[in-house]
């Protein structure tokens, strides 16, 4: 028997990342609240992704899984969506300016937002933010924050409640925390890479992907070590171990916690990683176990995580024991806009 870790996105989160998917970019802002309706998010912390109503006539597998790429799609080029990250900026105890201005410690590239907006203060847990003195009415009226204007305020990040959110017209500054300490997380709804993307390739459908796993619930506070692109390690709840057999072999793949009630969420790597497939492996999302204790894993529904689109998401590294020997021709494809050159 192999044992097989799958583990969830952190930050994938942020980054971020559907009717039986979740997806995660990580909401950043208020705005996300616009795009909510009939709703799940890809992972935890993940973006907020349309999803069309349940129909009341049942479709075949494979005509529901077109429906779920086509929403996934859509989601992807959605304001506010993983496709928006232009940057990602840690905040180091001590002093840091923000603006646009090619001075800044923290540089906004963007002309909606002012030279000169102000400056961060970082001692520990306590942020502050203070507006420049050389800010002018006019300017200050272009940006918000916390959902009002602008002004000196105590900022707070995303590990409880609502973190705070600068807003300038397309652009999105998120106090988030991530690698042990606070950062600015930087989204453009004017992103290059929102502009040119079309779609993502996938495979095509294929049933024998789709497999029945037993379940069995891991005791109470258990955890997992997590190890993102960063080289960051940390400790993510374990939820359960899924017993399952691919291709003729057995697998223990064990599921952190999903973003639906009941639900998991696990990430694996296979022989298609660096060619077909994103390097840094993909995503799976696992519907709530049946009254028998047993959960369906469709690996038709694999998808990349935030970091095959932006290189500013902290997406988890599969360990040497997630990884499939065999490859897994099924789910998306590598994306055409970070595809690696032939």
Request: net charge neutral; charged share 20%.
């Amino acid at each position: 028997m192999h044992a097989l870790f799958l583990i969830a996105s952190v930050g994938c989160t942020h980054s971020s990342y559907p009717p039986r998917v979740s997806t995660a970019p990580e909401p950043s802002s208020s705005r996300l609240s616009a795009n909510s309706t009939a709703t799940t998010s890809i992972g935890p912390n993940a973006d907020a992704i349309a999803i069309p109503e349940a129909s009341e006539t049942r479709i075949d597998p494979e005509s529901e899984w077109q429906r779920w790429r086509e929403a996934r799609v859509r989601s992807l080029k959605a304001p506010q969506s993983w496709l928006t990250l232009t940057g990602l900026h840690f905040l180091a105890d001590g002093a840091h300016t923000l603006g646009s201005d090619p001075s800044s410690d923290v540089r906004i590239d963007s002309p909606a937002f002012p030279a000169r907006l102000g400056q961060i203060d970082v001692a520990g847990e306590l942020i502050r933010f203070t507006p420049a003195a050389s800010l002018d009415a006019k300017e200050a009226s272009r940006v918000t924050l916390h959902d009002q204007p602008l002004g000196m305020a105590n900022l707070r990040d995303d590990r409880n409640g609502k973190p705070s959110v600068f807003i300038a017209g397309p652009v999105t500054l998120t106090l988030v925390h991530r690698n042990g300490q606070a950062a600015l997380r930087v989204r453009n709804d004017e992103s290059p890479v929102r502009r040119r993307f079309e779609s993502i390739d996938a495979f095509p459908y294929d049933p024998k992907f789709v497999v029945e796993a037993a379940l069995r619930r891991a005791p109470p506070r258990s955890t997992i070590d997590i190890t993102n692109v960063t080289g960051h390690v940390e400790q993510q709840p374990l939820a359960a171990v899924l017993s399952v057999t691919i291709q003729g072999s057995q697998f223990e793949l064990s599921a952190t916690p999903g973003s639906r009630p009941d639900s998991l969420f696990v990430v694996f790597s296979d022989a298609t990683n660096g060619g077909d497939t994103y390097s840094g492996g993909r995503f799976l999302d696992v519907d709530a176990p049946t009254d028998q204790g047993s959960v369906v894993l469709d690996f038709n529904r694999a998808y990349n995580p935030p970091c095959a689109f932006t290189a500013f998401a902290t997406c988890p590294m599969p360990p040497r024991s997630n990884r499939l020997p065999f490859p897994v021709k099924a789910g998306e494809r590598h994306p055409p806009i970070m595809r690696p050159t032939e």
